[in-house]
């Protein structure tokens, strides 16, 4: 039978930043009854402050091993939680739906997976930190103010921004991202998922306007992509990168919204399976 009690939510940051950047969702959701886990990315179990001072954590980080880390997580809850992801996390989102963890996703503005060709000028311009020293495939990247505007804060104030490079913005690991931008060349990229998978829980897709780093079309183009299961696509206007920006309460209520009523469709389906009336009685 299902139960009543809200389902706990996974939270997986992206790339340039660490789980702080979603305190104002986590707080919000808790409020709602929600167990809320915001964990880092494997090393990075550190303030934003030190891995500004020492970002050797991020060094080598590859995009492999954190999904693997975030599976682990999750395989050792009590009940398959709902998994929302930003940015880079929102790829791996999408792995961790294909190896068959958690019971609904969300996608924030989410990095595309193997098989979405894409790659607009905003995105290689919000990139060309890492970029620029192909040879530095294994550094950390770090991301100037004046770039963490155009990157997640691009319909603020400088001020503004710089305000919020402060509280957030770290280095990059480079690894990972290389993981993702050579996905399509590589035939067992760790980004690769198979959009015809059957079993494979909802997804929502959430793409801002404005957004420099991965803007709606690439998102549309990989939602589109799913021949199976239920996926959706949804985009906000006026919205940057940062899923902290001013307005973000709307987009965190929807996201929440969708994602426990197809948890709980879902979990009402299980619950009237032949195996879940078998293993009843």
């Not at 590589?186 to 198979?194: M, Q, R």
């Amino acid at each position: 039978m299902a139960t009543s009690t809200p389902h706990p939510i996974v939270m997986i940051h992206g790339l340039w930043m660490t789980p702080r950047s979603w305190e104002h969702w986590k707080e919000r959701f808790e409020s709602r009854g929600h167990e809320v886990i915001t964990p880092a990315w494997p090393g990075l179990e550190v303030e934003v402050e030190a891995l500004r001072a020492d970002p050797t954590p991020l060094k080598h980080l590859g995009f492999r091993h954190t999904a693997d880390n975030y599976e682990r997580l999750i395989r050792e809850m009590d009940r398959p939680p709902i998994i929302m992801g930003h940015s880079m996390g929102g790829a791996v989102t999408q792995v961790l739906l294909d190896r068959g963890c958690g019971i609904a996703a969300v996608g924030v503005a989410p990095a595309t997976v193997k098989g979405v060709y894409d790659v607009p000028f905003s995105t290689i311009r919000a990139t060309s930190s890492i970029v620029a020293n192909p040879f530095n495939r294994s550094g950390a990247a770090p991301l100037g103010k004046k770039q963490f505007h155009y990157n997640f804060a691009n319909t603020l104030t400088r001020a503004e921004s710089d305000a919020l490079w402060e509280r957030y913005a770290v280095p990059a690991a480079n690894r990972l991202f290389y993981d993702v931008l050579s996905a399509n060349f590589s035939p067992n990229a760790p980004t690769k998922v198979d959009f015809a998978k059957p079993d494979r829980a909802p997804y929502l897709a959430i793409g801002f306007e404005h957004d420099h780093v991965v803007p709606p079309g690439p998102i549309r183009h990989n939602s589109e992509k799913y021949k199976s299961g239920t996926v959706a696509f949804t985009t906000f206007p006026g919205r940057p990168h940062f899923p902290g920006a001013p307005g973000w309460e709307e987009v965190a209520d929807y996201a929440l919204k969708w994602a426990t009523d197809q948890a709980h469709k879902r979990a009402m389906v299980e619950s009237e399976s032949p195996m879940s009336a078998a293993d009843v009685t």
